[in-house]
């Protein structure tokens, strides 16, 4: 699944009051390789992903339907393999959390967050361009917990766009509005990969 990045050092934490019944929880490594032109990135991996070890591992998530749909990569093959043809696409995958505190699957639940470490990701890898965060919890973290290290590190941020959240528990719009909004990473990747 690409490599895991070793973190020498902790990153910013998040403080915030931790529900009694929050458990510390760890990501999931990112899917990267150097041909990677932009990186889509969550909040914190659900439950059921965790316990798969995959990414999107939720049935009703909606984000391998619509990587399908816009990059033709069924959403039936092994995890790994969706992967492997995902990052041939320029596209890469990673969490804005390296670990947190959570009871649940909710974002909402999201508490005393590790963020990984992307200076070392976007060290080793400089043709990221562009960064989707899926969803509005995994939009604010990269803003509060990433942007600052990134300034104050590599003297540079990276555009982001933030897109609708591809989980269930997100009903605010419909499923066709949200792959409308999706469109734009393939928009996107098209573009990078031309130019």
Known sequence: MGFRIRHG???????????SNSAR???????????????VVGSMPSRRSLSLQEYYGHPQNR??????????IARTLPHDERLAQLRSRCVALWDVARSCERATSADSEIR??????????????????????NGSKAFDLWRRLVVPQLLSELGRDLPRVRLPSTSPANASQSVEEKLEAW??????????RSG
């Open 9 to 19: 050092r902790r990153g910013t934490r998040e403080h915030a009051a931790c529900d």
């Open 25 to 39: 929880i760890e990501g999931l490594g990112p899917s990267i390789d150097s041909d990677c032109r932009v990186l």
């Open 63 to 72: 984000f391998w339907s619509f990587v399908e749909v816009l990059f033709g």
């Open 112 to 133: 005393a967050v590790e963020p990984n470490d992307f200076v070392a990701l976007l060290r080793q890898h400089e043709n990221i361009e562009r960064v989707f965060c």
């Open 183 to 192: 469109r734009a990473v393939a928009g996107v990747v098209s573009k990078l």
